[in-house]
């Protein structure tokens, strides 16, 4: 079993910054994954960057450039960057872990990011 739990999210202008933070605690030497999706209203929820335990990122074309993941692994934290940010970005944001050999999927709670003049 792992947890996860975001923190960062608010309201920003077009432009601005955000740093979202994700904790795990639990089972944290399984996990094999990390990564942060994020689902606007009325659309899917969508992978927008991934860190694996060996350091490789990927990142979904809309943000590369602008997000930026990174994972301590002293503090067991995620953070997910966030630069130039546009109303497009606005969405909540959820913290996504693959864990053990099957890599079974855990979901932290969400947190809101909204960004609006």
């Known amino acids: 079993q792992v947890q996860l739990v975001e923190s960062g999210g608010g309201l920003v202008q077009p432009g601005e910054s955000l740093r979202l933070s994700c904790a795990a605690s639990g089972n944290i030497f399984a996990i094999n994954v990390m990564g942060w999706y994020r689902q606007a209203p009325g659309k899917q929820r969508e992978s927008v960057a991934l860190?694996?335990?060996?350091?490789?990122?990927n990142y979904v074309d809309s943000v590369k450039g602008r997000f930026t993941i990174s994972r301590d692994n002293a503090k067991n934290t995620v953070y997910l960057e966030m630069n130039s940010l546009k109303p497009e970005d606005t969405a909540v944001y959820y913290c996504?872990?693959?864990?053990?050999?099957?890599?079974?999927?855990?979901w932290g709670q969400g947190t809101q990011v909204t960004v609006s003049s």
């Open positions: 996504n872990a693959a864990v053990g050999r099957l890599n079974a999927i855990y």
């Open positions: 860190i694996t335990n060996g350091g490789t990122t």
